[in-house]
């Protein structure tokens, strides 16, 4: 009898963790620290708005592309510690993107 009841607990982890998992978020963060976007590399769901927030003292850019091929589709500018911007992905692909102030900053959109 016991041993029935771990494994209706086990289930209902289980259970909980695929329901935890259905709900993709909408929402993704990604920090501007010491010239480098973190994380670099974000994947996400169609339809979401992902926030960057500034957390040095200086101005940085959120600009779509590279700085060789400009995409034209985003260019924000963060204005020293604590400013914030966001872009919402709506349609499946990969979106590079850098600081327009330092071209060796770069960082990637994933959207599935
Ligand atoms: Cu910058």
């Known amino acids: 009898m016991n041993?029935?009841?771990?494994?209706?607990?086990?289930?209902?982890?289980?259970?909980?963790?695929?329901?935890?998992?259905?709900?993709?978020?909408t929402q993704s963060e990604v920090g501007v620290r010491v010239f480098q976007f973190r994380p670099g590399q974000l994947e996400v769901k169609a339809g979401t708005t992902v926030t960057w927030t500034n957390?040095?003292?200086?101005?940085?850019?959120?600009?779509?592309?590279?700085p060789d091929q400009r995409e034209g589709r985003f260019d924000r500018r963060l204005d020293g510690k604590g400013a914030t911007t966001t872009v919402q992905?709506?349609?499946p692909?990969?979106?590079?993107?850098?600081?327009?102030?330092?071209?060796?900053?770069?960082?990637e959109i994933r959207v599935n």
């Open 3 to 25: 041993h029935t009841h771990i494994l209706i607990v086990a289930g209902a982890v289980v259970l909980g963790v695929a329901g935890f998992s259905t709900a993709a978020p």
């Open 55 to 66: 957390q040095d003292d200086i101005t940085h850019t959120v600009t779509s592309g590279t």
């Open 89 to 91: 992905f709506k349609d």
């Open 93 to 107: 692909g990969v979106y590079p993107y850098f600081c327009d102030k330092h071209p060796s900053m770069r960082g």
